[in-house]
């Protein structure tokens, strides 16, 4: 039997430490209701959040990796942009020295074409000495290589540069033909210009979708750490707002359960009437 005592309630003691208990847990939930997170702090779960910021530090540290990798894209596109300039002004030069060939022009015909000729030329050496991109380039030979942050251990991608100037394609600076003989001599070097200006845009091209791959690889992978870290720490919304109306409603009980245990002592006084 029971001790009707009023020093000690028991029953209200019991009430008190469910209540309390569930205010605990009432706690836990609204934090994770207004975070969105399960793991927040290490106090939540230590293991957990020290993984989840391992991950989230590795995640972020591939954003550098993707700016350094998008600088070399940029890079190689304008070295390819001027490669094509190139390309179209040697199919030029070999269209003005194959009319210049021809030894039925009169000379002024024939300065028209030499002229013509040599501001083609020039504009290559223009057109591959402003093919920078943040002040490199790997177009026009000052430059043998570039490398690029490939993953966030600090590892490397090599792109090999290609020299598309005029000396990089086996013309010179002053290449010129003084008459028809002259010329056709220079259709024959043109030609040869243009498949090694081709070839190293073939290779400037493959390289340039190497790092597009990558780019793409780097961005996937991010992806997968935030949805891992995701998974540990984030808080599943529909299943705390479930356990937030439980235990709203538990709570309430378990008020009018202590009220109903602290009014049990009064009891006590019908004894002395």
Do not use: C, P, Y
């Amino acid at each position: 039997m029971a001790l009707n005592s009023i020093n000690t309630n028991s029953g209200a003691l019991i009430a008190l430490q469910n209540l309390n208990q569930t205010n605990s847990e009432l706690g836990v939930v609204q934090q994770r209701i207004n975070t969105g997170k399960k793991v927040a702090t290490a106090k939540d779960n230590g293991a957990t959040w020290a993984i989840a910021k391992n991950q989230t530090a590795a995640s972020q540290s591939l954003n550098s990796v993707k700016d350094s990798l998008q600088r070399g894209q940029s890079t190689i596109d304008v070295a390819l942009a001027s490669g094509d300039t190139v390309i179209d002004l040697l199919g030029k030069m070999k269209e003005k020295a194959l009319a210049a060939s021809d030894t039925s022009l009169n000379t002024a015909s024939f300065k028209a074409l030499q002229s013509d000729f040599h501001s083609l030329r020039d504009q290559i050496i223009k057109a591959v000495d402003n093919s920078k991109f943040n002040g490199v380039s790997i177009a026009n030979g000052k430059t043998t290589k570039l490398t690029f942050l490939a993953n966030a251990d600090g590892d490397s991608f090599t792109v090999n540069a290609q020299t598309i100037s005029l000396a990089g394609i086996g013309l010179t600076d002053g290449e010129t033909f003084t008459d028809a003989a002259g010329a056709k001599g220079a259709i024959t070097k043109i030609a040869g210009a243009l498949q090694s200006a081709t070839n190293k845009l073939a290779s400037l091209g493959t390289s340039s979708a190497g790092l597009d791959a990558h780019l793409s690889f780097v961005g996937k992978l991010q992806d997968s750490l935030d949805a891992g870290v995701g998974n540990l720490v984030d808080a599943d919304l529909a299943k705390e707002s479930a356990k937030l109306q439980s235990l709203q409603t538990k709570q309430q009980l378990g008020v009018q359960a202590l009220s109903i245990a602290n009014s049990s002592t009064s009891s006590i006084l019908s004894l002395f009437r």
